[in-house]
């Protein structure tokens, strides 16, 4: 009977205890944002070229929230293309539908069309990013997405002074979407880009350029956070400052460790967050990017793009139009080792309360293939071939009459089917440079691998050396993992598995499964929906390295998909 009596006052007292201990905790913002895709001309490189934008702007606009709000984003296509968007690393939890990649969880919105993105960020902060998820658009599609703390003040580490987003982008001269279709067209490998661009300018080292290189001002003393996003279609990228190292303190939207480095190397898809101390004598400084190129023997773009770091204090000596910047060394374009020191330096800020025992133990090969020609086919890959790329043998083909999210909720047949294998159909030695060529031969289908709600999933993903080996960026969607290990050769449970970081292993949305390597992951299976994991080089998805994991309601609604938008396109 006492409990009876109390029970009424809980609320409230709950509500009172929440305004005491999280005053913030109840103003959680609810952000409305109009899209509009458009076709927009823009000046680069000489040219004039007309571009698909958001709003007109590119980069597109940056989306600026805190950790609790909800997002609302109206988008109306008015481009000649169809097109999805994607939060990337949002968790979208139980909002699979707003995740965006197009056949995946929704069809394309087609010309004429409209959309609306509605879901609400739960315990992320730090820097994520938006891109279109259709065919080749995000290759100027694309914009920050900044989560700031519920309160200024509760970063883990001194308020910064101030803040730039740096997104690394790049550039064709030709229209991305016909450079993709003559590569889809061929079987051969598209071609390479023109440049690369920092926040949307390639800088001083290109033609026609310097006069639009982006400034980041600062003042002498300062400590700012620099917020980079890879957002390059087909290129690892590092990233160095003349003059100054970095403190990174995070990556993905999770907090790391702080550590310094004199660069930075991050794969398409992947954020991380510096604080740079304003320490140099006044004077202007370049923040460099240019390629890390691990593929031998492929072709690249390897130009550099560049903005200037300025000491904004009317204090640079002899500074004008002639002074130039000082430029830093950046690692050589296949410094594998400066990428391997740099991506096992993370941590996670504190011991995590890591996800066990494991319930499925996946293995997963990623590389790439080719396909013998068959007859009335353009075979313009090598010797006469197509390229292809797979995960464990299975070539992705998106569906086009369902979203694959669609035909498992509705129960529609002979969408996808839930066969994907657990580990590799055939052992071989992967990262061997000269696999049988019985083996180069992928089968194209739509399958995905089911999880059961709740299952703690690990998950090795190892490259091959089928055709090139190469470093893969490998990004999961609806997800944040722990990234236990990686390392060279194949990996073998019995003595890789001591190598496990156990303790504070980094949490990322996107691994860079190093060339002719292995990456091991861990994560829980606790959104329902069908997430998409693919290599996010662009080529490579083109290509076919994509799967989707099919995770299962759990129990009651909170552990469920919410019901599908009214407003979801229809294929
Ligand atoms: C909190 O940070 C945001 C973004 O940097 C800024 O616009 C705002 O003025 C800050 N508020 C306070 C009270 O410092
Ligand atoms: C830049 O312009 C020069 C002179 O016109 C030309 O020779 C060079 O090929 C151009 N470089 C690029 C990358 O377009
Ligand atoms: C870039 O590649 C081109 C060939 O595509 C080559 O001629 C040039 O020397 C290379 N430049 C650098 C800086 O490596
Ligand atoms: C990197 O390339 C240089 C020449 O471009 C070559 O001399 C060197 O052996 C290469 N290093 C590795 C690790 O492949
Ligand atoms: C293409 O053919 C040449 C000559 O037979 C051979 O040396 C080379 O390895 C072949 N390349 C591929 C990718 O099959
Ligand atoms: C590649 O493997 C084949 C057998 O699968 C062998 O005959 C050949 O000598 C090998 N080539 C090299 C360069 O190791
Ligand atoms: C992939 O499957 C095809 C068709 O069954 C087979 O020919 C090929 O050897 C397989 N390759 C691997 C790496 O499993
Ligand atoms: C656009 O999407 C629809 C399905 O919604 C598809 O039938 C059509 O082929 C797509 N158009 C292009 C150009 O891909
Ligand atoms: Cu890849």
């Given at each position: 009977?006492?409990?009876h009596?109390?029970?009424?006052?809980?609320p409230?007292?709950?509500?009172f205890?929440?305004?005491?201990?999280?005053?913030?905790?109840?103003?959680?913002?609810?952000?409305?944002?109009?899209?509009?895709?458009?076709?927009?001309?823009?000046r680069r490189?000489?040219?004039?070229?007309?571009?698909?934008?958001?709003?007109?702007?590119f980069?597109?606009?940056n989306?600026?929230?805190?950790?609790?709000?909800?997002?609302?984003?109206?988008?109306?296509?008015?481009?000649?293309?169809?097109?999805?968007?994607?939060?990337?690393?949002?968790?979208?939890m139980?909002?699979?539908?707003?995740?965006?990649?197009?056949f995946?969880?929704?069809?394309?919105?087609?010309?004429?069309?409209?959309?609306?993105y509605?879901?609400?960020?739960r315990?992320?902060?730090?820097?994520?990013?938006?891109h279109?998820?259709?065919s080749?658009?995000?290759?100027?599609?694309?914009?920050?997405?900044?989560?700031r703390?519920?309160?200024?003040?509760?970063?883990?580490?001194?308020?910064?002074?101030?803040e730039?987003p740096?997104?690394l982008?790049?550039?064709?001269?030709?229209?991305?979407?016909?450079?993709?279709?003559?590569?889809?067209l061929?079987?051969?490998a598209?071609?390479?880009?023109?440049?690369?661009?920092?926040n949307?300018?390639?800088?001083?080292?290109?033609?026609?350029?310097?006069?639009?290189?982006?400034?980041?001002?600062?003042?002498?003393?300062?400590?700012?956070?620099?917020?980079?996003?890879?957002?390059?279609?087909?290129?690892?990228?590092?990233?160095?400052?003349?003059?100054?190292?970095?403190?990174?303190?995070?990556?993905?939207?999770?907090?790391?460790?702080?550590?310094t480095?004199?660069?930075?190397?991050?794969?398409?898809g992947?954020?991380?967050?510096?604080?740079?101390?304003?320490?140099?004598?006044?004077?202007?400084?370049?923040?460099?990017?240019?390629?890390?190129?691990?593929?031998?023997?492929?072709a690249?773009?390897?130009?550099?793009?560049?903005?200037?770091?300025?000491?904004?204090?009317?204090?640079?000596?002899?500074?004008?139009?002639?002074?130039?910047?000082?430029?830093?060394a950046?690692?050589?374009?296949?410094?594998?080792?400066?990428?391997?020191?740099?991506?096992?330096?993370?941590?996670?800020?504190k011991?995590v309360?890591?996800?066990?025992?494991?319930?499925?133990?996946?293995?997963?090969?990623?590389?790439?293939?080719?396909?013998e020609?068959?007859?009335?086919?353009?075979?313009?890959?090598?010797?006469?071939?197509?390229?292809?790329?797979?995960?464990?043998n299975?070539?992705?083909?998106?569906?086009?009459?369902?979203?694959?999210?669609?035909?498992?909720k509705?129960?529609?047949?002979?969408?996808?089917?839930?066969?994907?294998?657990?580990?590799?159909?055939?052992?071989?030695?992967?990262?061997s440079?000269?696999?049988?060529?019985?083996?180069?031969?992928?089968?194209?289908?739509?399958?995905?691998?089911?999880?059961?709600?709740?299952?703690?999933?690990?998950?090795v993903?190892?490259g091959?050396?089928?055709?090139?080996a190469?470093?893969?960026p490998?990004?999961?969607?609806?997800?944040?993992?722990y990234?236990?290990?990686?390392?060279?050769?194949?990996?073998?449970?019995?003595?890789?598995?001591?190598?496990?970081?156990?303790?504070?292993?980094?949490?990322?949305?996107?691994?860079?499964?190093?060339?002719?390597?292995?990456?091991?992951?861990?994560?829980?299976?606790?959104?329902?929906?069908v997430?998409?994991?693919?290599?996010?080089?662009?080529?490579?998805i083109?290509?076919?390295?994509?799967?989707?994991?099919?995770?299962?309601?759990?129990?009651?609604?909170?552990?469920s998909?919410?019901?599908?938008p009214?407003?979801?396109?229809?294929?």
């Amino acid at each position: 009977m006492e409990s009876h009596r109390r029970t009424p006052l809980l609320p409230r007292f709950l509500s009172f205890f929440l305004l005491i201990v999280f005053p913030s905790s109840i103003n959680a913002e609810v952000r409305h944002h109009d899209f509009v895709v458009q076709q927009t001309p823009v000046r680069r490189l000489c040219n004039t070229h007309n571009i698909i934008t958001v709003n007109g702007q590119f980069p597109g606009p940056n989306i600026e929230v805190r950790n609790g709000d909800t997002l609302v984003i109206n988008v109306v296509n008015q481009a000649q293309y169809n097109v999805t968007l994607h939060w990337h690393g949002i968790r979208q939890m139980r909002t699979a539908w707003a995740d965006g990649p197009e056949f995946v969880t929704q069809c394309p919105i087609r010309p004429g069309g409209s959309y609306t993105y509605r879901f609400t960020i739960r315990g992320q902060e730090g820097t994520l990013w938006w891109h279109a998820h259709s065919s080749w658009l995000r290759a100027t599609v694309y914009g920050a997405l900044i989560i700031r703390p519920k309160q200024n003040t509760s970063y883990p580490f001194a308020n910064p002074k101030r803040e730039y987003p740096v997104l690394l982008g790049e550039w064709w001269n030709q229209n991305p979407i016909d450079v993709v279709r003559q590569a889809t067209l061929t079987g051969a490998a598209p071609d390479i880009s023109d440049a690369f661009t920092i926040n949307g300018q390639p800088g001083d080292f290109y033609n026609c350029s310097s006069k639009e290189t982006v400034v980041f001002p600062v003042k002498p003393g300062e400590t700012n956070l620099f917020r980079f996003i890879n957002a390059a279609l087909n290129a690892e990228l590092f990233i160095s400052v003349g003059g100054h190292s970095m403190t990174v303190v995070g990556a993905d939207a999770s907090y790391t460790k702080p550590f310094t480095t004199s660069y930075l190397m991050l794969g398409p898809g992947q954020t991380t967050d510096v604080l740079l101390i304003s320490d140099q004598p006044p004077s202007r400084y370049y923040i460099a990017s240019r390629a890390y190129a691990s593929a031998q023997g492929a072709a690249f773009d390897n130009t550099t793009t560049t903005a200037i770091l300025e000491y904004d204090c009317g204090c640079i000596p002899g500074q004008g139009p002639s002074s130039s910047p000082i430029l830093p060394a950046l690692p050589a374009y296949n410094d594998t080792a400066s990428v391997s020191a740099f991506t096992t330096s993370f941590r996670s800020p504190k011991p995590v309360k890591l996800p066990s025992p494991v319930d499925e133990h996946l293995v997963f090969t990623v590389g790439l293939g080719l396909f013998e020609c068959s007859p009335g086919q353009i075979c313009g890959g090598p010797n006469g071939t197509r390229f292809t790329a797979s995960v464990n043998n299975v070539s992705f083909v998106l569906p086009s009459s369902y979203s694959i999210l669609e035909a498992h909720k509705m129960a529609v047949p002979g969408v996808f089917s839930a066969d994907f294998p657990s580990q590799p159909p055939v052992k071989f030695d992967y990262t061997s440079n000269n696999v049988s060529r019985e083996l180069w031969q992928p089968v194209p289908a739509t399958k995905v691998y089911k999880l059961s709600f709740g299952s703690v999933v690990q998950l090795v993903l190892q490259g091959t050396g089928i055709f090139s080996a190469e470093n893969h960026p490998i990004h999961l969607h609806g997800y944040d993992f722990y990234i236990l290990a990686e390392g060279f050769g194949n990996f073998n449970a019995a003595t890789d598995s001591a190598k496990f970081n156990l303790v504070d292993p980094p949490m990322r949305n996107t691994v860079t499964v190093p060339a002719s390597g292995w990456a091991v992951i861990r994560f829980v299976a606790d959104n329902p929906g069908v997430w998409l994991m693919h290599c996010h080089l662009d080529v490579h998805i083109t290509w076919g390295l994509a799967m989707a994991f099919l995770v299962e309601d759990g129990v009651g609604e909170l552990e469920s998909l919410e019901p599908a938008p009214a407003d979801m396109p229809l294929c």
